[in-house]
């Protein structure tokens, strides 16, 4: 396939909204390759995102549960995170996010997926990381903000909590629905 050429858009100008740790929101004026203008496109910045898909020696998948409230809701998740600065490399995020929200560690890890949470609005990517073979090495370590309480959960509840529509998080559910693919664990049933 074919590369396609980047038919990027001119900054003509930029503002700052919004300039705090957790919500930076800036808008561009911009030139669009076809001569169009738009006078304010707005853009979510944030540092890069982290999500891990951890099993445990036995084969266990280590989930947390917690209150999210733009969604008002409870829910299973994955691990996830995000880098603390710019230097932080995704993976040593995706390590220490596991270990502070669930004290789990070590293991073998590899970068499964990397996705855009929105490629419209949003100047981040997110990692997701397989972690395998992890183990209990300490407790959580969680923030003031944190509420997170961990789970163990066998292959075929966490295939449930996608099927059921349970794990809402997109961010989540893709990497984990690939995961399951690529182990031929979501084709057809004879």
């Known amino acids: ?31 669009l390759p ?8 707005y853009v979510f910045e944030f540092y890069n995102w982290v999500n891990i898909i951890a099993r445990t020696k036995d084969g266990l998948y280590v989930m947390v549960s917690q209150y999210r409230h733009g969604f008002g809701d409870t829910r299973y998740e994955l691990v996830a995170g995000t880098c603390d600065h710019p230097d932080e490399t995704p993976l040593k995020a995706a390590q220490r996010e596991l270990w502070e929200e669930t004290g789990y560690g070590h293991g073998q890890w590899t ?38 309480q961990v789970h163990l959960l066998k292959e075929s509840e ?18 984990l629905w690939k995961y399951f693919a690529q182990k031929g664990l979501c084709g057809p049933k004879p």
């Open 111 to 148: 970068l499964f997926m990397t996705m855009s949470p929105n490629t419209s609005s949003h100047n981040n990517l997110t990692y997701t990381f397989l972690a395998e073979d992890v183990e209990l090495i300490d407790t959580q370590h969680l923030e003031p903000s944190e509420d997170i």
């Open 1 to 31: 396939m074919e590369k396609l050429p980047n038919r990027k858009w001119e900054v003509l100008s930029s503002k700052y909204l919004i300039h705090e740790p957790w919500c930076t929101v800036r808008a561009d004026h911009v030139r």
């Open 34 to 41: 076809n001569g169009n203008e738009i006078k304010s496109y």
């Open 158 to 175: 966490v295939m449930e909590l996608l099927v059921s529509g349970e794990l809402i998080q997109a961010l989540m559910a893709a990497p």
